[in-house]
């Protein structure tokens, strides 16, 4: 009887390259997402020093005024027109540079709908975009008490306050 040669074969099975291809499709998804997250955490965390930074400035104005008051309720009161005018009141001296929100990708000049002193729900999308609000005197129950409450919206839910002195 006449028997065939044995033939060697080396290499993989079509069914597990597709195992491979499968198990490292499921982890470039994982990890993309996970950066996903991570770049919406930090660019909350640059929002909160952006409400730092506003909050500084809304110090700074309650102790050059005379009598010592904040601004009225409402972006447009603390930052009226925009600061684009020239002589700009409310907080618009003590900001000086537009306040660019994480979330625009290009550069902008004092005035642009981006600036957060112009716009407080700049360049967001849907429902997890961020908003800004000033309320003087505080309303909520997290700053009972406080001569003003500054809120932030974040873009990965939920709501941080900055509350004034009480």
Known sequence: MFKLPKIKTSGF?????LVVI??????????????????RNARDTQRAAIMRGIQNALQAYFSDQSPQVYPATGWAAAFPGGCAAAGAVGLCPYLTN?????????ALAV???????????????????????????????????????LELTKEAGGTQDYCGPR
């Open 22 to 39: 499968v198990v490292i499709v499921i982890l470039a998804t994982i990890v993309l997402f996970g950066l996903n997250v991570a770049q």
């Open 111 to 149: 005035g642009d709908n981006e600036d957060v002193r112009v716009d407080t729900t700049p360049c967001g999308t849907g429902t997890n975009k961020p908003v800004y609000n000033y309320i003087s005197p505080a309303a909520s129950t997290r700053c009972t008490g406080a001569q003003y409450e």
């Open 98 to 106: 537009a306040l660019k929100d994480p979330l625009c990708g290009a």
């Open 13 to 17: 099975t079509l069914i597990e390259l």
